[in-house]
């Protein structure tokens, strides 16, 4: 088993180098920066920048979901009916959104530990407890957009007739019903352009993350640009690589957005 396990574990370093956009065979700086300070391997930096974008858009896409998942929950208490939820709602989207980002990720990268270390003390545990940078970031980031997205979600919900809610119980759908199969796709088309500019944001906001150590595109191409003195050309490097991911998520969001506009269509 364990023969298998590491076979499968060179094939995959071998396809990961192949497709390496960076510093695989056909990467970017394999083929395009030898000999220079982008280069890959001991002679250049691009195999910390690879590894810096990699660690950039795994931690926006990790966070997308959570927050999306949180937004809607949000959305959902804030039109309930208990008074309570609503309330709840209210004080979390204003806590949120009235922090500034940075100050939310030093709350969540030094408080939760701080938190989560009392908590375990008071049932036994001693051992010390350490959050990394990528798990507070992705938290920080989680609660910040899930307070703007509980707003979009909102307004989204608003726009949706009430006689909506109505036929699906006529036609005897129990409400998860009517929400997941009636309310949800004219959700996301409603939503879906505030989401969009979320999802900008939050790959900006990503940036963030690098003060508390974690080793992302502005950190990465930080350390390059003091070691090499050469701080015009790695942050430009860095404002490329962001402008990539910007353009990247534009044609992405544009086939989401057609696909969701045919499926209204077909309805």
Known sequence: MSGLASALDALWALVSHIFDPFCGSVGVFSLFANNTLLACGDSGWGDEIGFGFKVTVTLACATLPIGLTIGFLIALAAQSQEKLLRRAAAIYTTIFRGLPELLTLFIVYYGLQIFLQAALAAIGFQERLEINAFFAGMIALAFVFSSYCAEVLQSAFKAI??????????????????????????????????IVNLWMNLLKDTAL???????????????????????????????????????????????????????????
Do not use: H
């Not at 404002?239 to 309805?267: E, H, P």
């Open 161 to 194: 007739p009430n006689g909506q809610y109505e036929a699906g119980a006529a036609i005897g759908l129990s409400k998860t019903k009517t929400m997941l199969l009636v309310i949800l796709p004219q959700l996301i088309r409603i939503a879906l352009p505030g």
């Open 209 to 267: 993350v690098s003060v508390v150590g974690l080793t992302d595109i502005i950190r990465q191409t930080g350390i390059a640009a003091r070691v090499t003195k050469e701080a015009f050309l790695f942050y430009f490097i860095a404002c490329a690589l962001y402008l990539v991911l910007a353009i990247l998520s534009s044609i992405a969001i544009g086939f989401i957005d057609r696909w969701t506009k045919r499926a209204g269509v077909s309805r």
